[in-house]
Every structure is written in structure tokens, then in C-alpha cells.
């Protein structure tokens, strides 16, 4: 080999080094490689995405919710398409949090990238034998306390609801789990600053935001829901801005990484929970239409810090106040 193309090479990886670098973040010490995560309930156990893009590139991905035990979830019809989003109530359907650990986990070890347990139950007791049990699994990075979702008549949104409940639930999960806590907010509440302050009070290290919008969709031929459910989770577009000022609340609030979530589809929108004060982003629903979305938002992410001569890291809550 020449000089002048050692010279090349040696060129080439420190620029690969340095967009590596620009894109890297940290939540609770957990590295992520960029901020790019997929959001629990629409990436599976991330395994039925590794035929459609390359796991290693992601920043890493929160399971679907883990219960102590096996749930089957709610009786069709689950999902239903609405105006600028999507409205579910699957009702938590999982193997369990005993067999992600023994049939899931062993799989994803292959795989370069973060994996977050997103941990539910019905009970604080539940919560706690689903920590237990996953404690006991290899690979995992941290827990998502999945206090918000809207789809159960029990757990969830009851407890996320309340800044009380919420608060003795994440102190009891913080001495259970060997791994950092982050918990998910709810947006279903009259005031998320005073959720997120009781919860990060109580011991989360970090917290995601937002699940899901109690809606309603309903046919009006039948007149009868389209949900068999009645109510469902609202996601897509059409929370993006909602989502977006609840960040912005959230992050000037408490001190701990936030984790945007809710209608990011590009670069572009996660950009703008970035700058609102978000570390890094999960992105749900658009993986339903665009399976490649999380591969696309990394590459565009990377070409703006390129443009703009920027970090993510220095783009975190970087938003200029009117």
C-alpha cells in the first residue's frame, strides 16, 4: 500500500469516527450510538425488524410490555386508522416477561444495539415479579415502567394518572430493578409537570413521554365503536405537537434524560423533540407504513449534524425561547 492511500484511509475512518461521535448519546449510562430508538408496542422484541433493516444501527428499541405473566390482549378489533394517526387498544398482548427472557433475549444478544424491557402490570405486585423475573435476563440495558397505557381497565393509566400512585410505584420498582428505571409517562393527566416531578422524586433516572391519547372512533353505520375495546391509544401525526410542548414542560422541570416520543416519521420531527429537550426519541406508528423510518431518521439526523457542524449532544434542549 502507498503512502498516500494509508494517508486516504486513515482520512476516511476518522471522518466515519467523527460522525459516530456527533450522533452519540447517553441516558441514565446507557450509550446509545444515535438517538434513534423503536417505541414499545409497534417493534415487537425488535426481532421482526431484523429482516427489514440492520438492528446494529439502531440506537436501540423498548420491547412490548412485559407482564409477569403471559397476557393475550383485547378481543379484536384492535387497531383502526384515523386522520393524521392511528387509534389501538391491543390490550397488552405478550409471551411473558419469563419467556422473553429465555426464548427473546438469546436472540437479541446477536445484535449491536440497546435493548430497554418495557415492564406492565396490573398491580405494584405485578410490576415487581416482571422485574424480578427479568433481572434475571442478560442483555437487557435498562426497565420501562409502562405506567400510561390507556388500553386495560386495570394498572396503566390508573396508576399514571396519579402523581401518588405513580411516585409509590417507581420507589418500589427503583429498590426492585438491578437496571436503570425509566418510566412512561402519561399524557391522560391535567398536569405532567407534577407527574414528572413526583416520579423522578420517587427514583426514576430517566422517563419517556408521551404514550398514548385516550380516543374514540366510532361507524356510523353500526353506530357502534370500531374499537371492541370502546376507547383506544392515540398515536401518529396528529400528537406530534402535543407531545412535543409536553417535552418542553417535562424538560424544564426535572433533570433527568427525557425520551421523546409521538408522530415522529422523520429526522426532521425528531429533531424538534431533540431541541425541545428530548436526549434521544423512540418512533412508534410510522413503523406500521415504513418499516425502514428509524434506518432513514439516523442517516438524515447524521447529514444535518454534517451540515450544521453540530452533535446531538449539544442540540439537546438547545430550543431559543420566544
Known amino acids: 500500500m502507498s503512502d498516500n492511500q494509508s494517508a486516504i484511509r486513515i482520512s476516511q475512518s476518522a471522518i466515519e469516527a467523527s460522525a459516530i461521535e456527533r450522533l452519540a448519546v447517553e441516558i441514565a449510562g446507557i450509550k446509545l450510538k444515535n438517538p434513534v430508538m423503536g417505541a414499545s408496542g409497534t417493534f415487537g422484541y425488535g426481532l421482526e425488524f431484523a429482516g427489514l433493516i440492520d438492528l446494529n444501527r439502531l440506537g436501540g428499541f423498548s420491547t412490548k410490555g412485559l407482564s409477569a405473566r403471559p397476557l393475550p390482549g383485547n378481543i379484536p378489533t384492535r387497531i383502526v386508522e384515523t386522520h393524521g394517526g392511528m387509534l389501538n387498544a391491543i390490550g397488552l398482548q405478550n409471551v411473558g416477561a419469563r419467556a422473553f427472557v429465555e426464548e427473546k433475549l438469546p436472540l437479541l444478544r446477536k445484535y449491536d444495539t440497546q435493548v430497554i424491557a418495557n415492564v406492565f402490570g396490573y398491580s405494584d405486585e405485578d410490576y415487581l415479579e416482571a422485574i424480578q423475573i427479568l433481572n434475571d435476563g442478560e442483555g437487557i440495558a435498562a426497565y420501562e415502567l409502562n405506567i400510561?397505557?390507556?388500553?386495560?381497565?386495570?394498572?396503566?393509566?390508573?396508576?399514571?394518572?396519579?402523581?401518588?400512585?405513580?411516585?409509590?410505584?417507581?420507589?418500589?420498582?427503583?429498590?426492585?430493578?438491578?437496571?436503570?428505571?425509566?418510566?412512561?409517562?402519561?399524557?391522560?393527566?391535567?398536569?405532567?409537570?407534577?407527574?414528572?416531578?413526583?416520579?423522578?422524586?420517587?427514583?426514576?433516572?430517566?422517563?419517556?413521554?408521551?404514550?398514548?391519547?385516550?380516543?374514540?372512533?366510532?361507524?356510523?353505520?353500526?353506530?357502534?365503536?370500531?374499537?371492541?375495546?370502546?376507547t383506544g391509544g392515540l398515536s401518529g401525526p396528529a400528537i406530534k405537537p402535543i407531545a412535543v410542548r409536553m417535552v418542553y414542560e417535562v424538560a424544564s422541570t426535572v433533570s433527568v434524560p427525557l425520551i421523546g416520543i409521538g408522530g415522529i416519521a422523520s429526522a426532521a420531527d425528531a429533531l424538534e423533540f431533540i431541541i425541545a429537550g428530548a436526549t434521544a426519541v423512540q418512533i412508534g406508528t410510522a413503523n406500521y407504513y415504513d418499516p425502514s423510518v428509524t434506518m432513514k431518521t439516523i442517516d438524515e439526523l447524521a447529514d444535518y449534524c454534517n451540515q450544521h457542524s453540530t452533535t446531538m449532544q449539544s442540540l439537546i434542549g438547545s430550543v431559543n425561547r420566544n
Do not use: Y
Open 148 to 230: 400510561s397505557c390507556p388500553n386495560v381497565k386495570e394498572g396503566g393509566i390508573v396508576i399514571g394518572s396519579s402523581p401518588l400512585a405513580a411516585a409509590k410505584l417507581t420507589e418500589k420498582a427503583r429498590r426492585a430493578a438491578q437496571r436503570p428505571l425509566i418510566v412512561k409517562l402519561s399524557p391522560n393527566v391535567t398536569d405532567i409537570k407534577e407527574l414528572a416531578r413526583a416520579i423522578v422524586d420517587a427514583g426514576a433516572d430517566a422517563l419517556s413521554l408521551i404514550n398514548t391519547l385516550v380516543g374514540m372512533a366510532i361507524d356510523i353505520h353500526s353506530r357502534k365503536p370500531h374499537l371492541n375495546f370502546g
